[in-house]
């Protein structure tokens, strides 16, 4: 007896979305706004490449952040920064986590501004606090009311440089990344197309 052999076209690999991004994707906001989180989550949604500037900056320094700014200062820290922020504008484009301080440097604001799209995550102090398990790994994030007002002094700044805001309050990491992604779409900086 012959099996029966199957019609049509070889069995194909399911497909899953292939996406471009057509420029940079730099994502800002406060300390525990997600910028890490969200942005990496887009990246396994979208089957695109993400890269957390501080998590950068550990592995080229071989140092973790809070012992950049204990041995070389804010300035220091900002320093480096900066330079990693010049790379992935100059890079393929991909999605770009940054520090919450990014926006404090008129030369930054000047590179997010003329180098992609920026994506605000907006939190309150009081949500990133409740979110951030560990705050001795935010050196800048010491006790709530200095954090309600350096969060109050750097709103205008995120305002500045933002192409698009998004209010994360109360909403899960997941949700986000599928807004963000929704508006990336929308404004042809995220195009999907099938395998
Ligand atoms: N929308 C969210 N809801 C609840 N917890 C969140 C959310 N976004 C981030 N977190 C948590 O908050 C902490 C800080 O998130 P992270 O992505 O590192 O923020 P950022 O990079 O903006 O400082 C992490 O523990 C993360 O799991
Ligand atoms: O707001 C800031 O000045 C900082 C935010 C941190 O990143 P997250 O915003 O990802 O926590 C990190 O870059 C550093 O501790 C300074
Ligand atoms: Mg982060």
């Not at 730099?26 to 396994?44: C, E, Y």
Request: hydrophobic letters at 35%.
């Amino acid at each position: 007896m012959t099996k029966n052999t199957p019609t049509g076209s070889p069995k194909q690999p399911p497909k899953r979305p292939a996406c471009t991004l057509s420029r940079p994707v730099f994502f800002v906001g406060f300390m525990g706004a997600g910028k890490t989180s969200v942005s990496r989550r887009l990246a396994r949604m979208c089957h695109i490449s993400s890269i957390d500037l501080d998590t950068y900056i550990e592995r080229r320094e071989d140092k973790k952040v809070k012992d950049i700014f204990a041995e070389a200062g804010e300035d220091g820290f900002r320093e480096i920064e900066t330079a990693v922020l010049r790379e992935f504008t100059a890079n393929d484009p991909l999605l770009v986590s940054c520090g919450g301080g990014v926006v404090k440097r008129p030369e930054n604001r000047e590179i997010l501004k003329g180098g992609g799209f920026v994506v605000y995550l907006k939190v309150s102090a009081d949500e990133a606090q409740s979110r951030i398990s560990d705050l001795s790994t935010r050196p800048l994030f010491n006790d709530l009311d200095q954090a309600r007002r350096t969060s109050a002094e750097r709103l205008p700044l995120y305002e500045e440089v933002a192409d698009a805001v998004i209010d994360t309050a109360g909403k899960s990491v997941g949700r986000i990344a599928a807004e963000v992604r929704d508006v990336l779409k929308k404004e042809g900086i995220l195009w999907q197309s099938q395998e």
